[in-house]
């Protein structure tokens, strides 16, 4: 099974910046680059929900309406890394994120095979 870690979060004011990054170790790290790589959050109250997606091969991408044209999802295979870049950041984005791996699109829970411990982002107004 494939260790997911994860890096990056914090607390900042609306309008702010933030990097998250997931990488992976253990003996299956190697498999990283078969799988998709994605992005989900957990916002107070809620469930949790698919932020952004990339491909295998790093081409397609999939974000949720609500952070399209502000977060952006990458990923480095030599580094065994998925990216989130989250931009103009809104108190509404204030979730734990987890970041997966599994079957492209993976834009809903059962596709992810493989999920990292979470990440809390703050937004403050």
């Known amino acids: 099974q494939v260790q997911l870690v994860q890096s990056g979060g914090g607390s900042v004011n609306d309008g702010g910046s933030l990097r998250l990054t997931c990488g992976v170790s253990?003996?299956?790290a190697k498999w990283f680059s078969q799988y998709g790589g994605g992005w989900f959050r957990e916002r107070p109250g809620k469930g949790r929900e698919a932020v952004a997606a990339i491909s295998t091969d790093g081409v397609t991408t999939n974000y949720a309406d609500s952070v399209k044209g502000r977060f952006t999802i990458s990923r480095d295979d030599n580094k065994r890394a998925v990216y989130l870049q989250m931009n103009r950041l809104m108190p509404e984005d204030t979730a734990i994120y987890y970041c997966?791996?599994?079957?492209?699109?993976?834009?809903?829970?059962?596709?992810?095979?493989?999920w990292g411990p979470g990440t809390q982002v703050t937004v403050s107004s």
């Open positions: 253990g003996s299956t």
């Open positions: 997966a791996s599994g079957r492209f699109p993976l834009m809903i829970t059962q596709q992810a095979l493989n």
